[in-house]
């Protein structure tokens, strides 16, 4: 891994992109979206990595092998209500970690408005489909660059 690699951790469910609910999800399959990330951030001089899983402990183990990289783009999917594992793995790691979700997940159910990740995370973002992995790429080439706080 160079510098510049930057990680994509896509969590429970999201190996159904495409097929599950597309209303709220999109058609985009999670390898179509992976490909066109991969570009994205080809496109801004990094290198992504992508991986998924529907299991906590998989996440928290790659999380804790993150030191390699500047970055972490992170959508949790249900894992941001009521993971605590995932949260303690990301404070205990130093790479900056920014959590995107397809949906508004403030205008859906309720308990989606609660994240028990997002006060170690540096940006939140939601609601803009596949753009929000973009905006996620985007908000961390920026802050490992800038030195934003």
């Given at each position: 891994?160079?510098?510049?690699?930057?990680?994509?951790?896509?969590?429970?469910?999201?190996?159904?992109?495409?097929i599950?609910?597309?209303?709220i999800?999109?058609?985009?399959?999670?390898?179509?979206?992976?490909?066109?990330?991969?570009?994205?951030?080809?496109?801004?001089?990094?290198?992504?990595?992508?991986?998924?899983?529907?299991?906590?402990?998989?996440?928290?183990?790659?999380?804790?092998?993150?030191?390699?990289?500047?970055?972490?783009?992170?959508?949790?999917?249900?894992?941001?209500?009521?993971?605590?594992?995932?949260?303690?793995?990301?404070?205990?790691?130093?790479?900056?970690?920014?959590?995107?979700?397809?949906?508004?997940?403030?205008?859906?159910?309720?308990?989606?408005?609660?994240?028990?990740?997002?006060?170690?995370?540096?940006?939140?973002?939601?609601?803009?489909?596949?753009?929000?992995?973009m905006?996620g790429?985007?908000?961390?080439?920026?802050?490992?660059?800038?030195?934003?706080?």
């Open positions: 891994m160079v510098s510049s690699d930057l990680l994509l951790l896509n969590g429970p469910n999201l190996n159904l992109l495409g599950r609910e597309p209303h999800y999109g058609n985009t399959s999670l390898k179509e979206l992976e490909e066109e990330l991969i570009q994205f951030a080809e496109s801004r001089g990094c290198a992504l990595h992508t991986f998924q899983s529907n299991h906590e402990g998989d996440l928290v183990e790659r999380i804790h092998r993150s030191k390699d990289v500047k970055g972490i783009i992170l959508n949790p999917g249900a894992f941001m209500s009521y993971s605590y594992s995932l949260r303690d793995a990301i404070s205990s790691v130093s790479t900056p970690v920014v959590e995107v979700h397809i949906s508004n997940i403030y205008s859906r159910e309720s308990w989606r408005h609660k994240s028990v990740i997002s006060d170690v995370v540096i940006g939140q973002i939601s609601g803009f489909g596949k753009y929000s992995y905006l790429i985007e908000a961390i080439i920026y802050h490992t660059h800038s030195g934003a706080v």
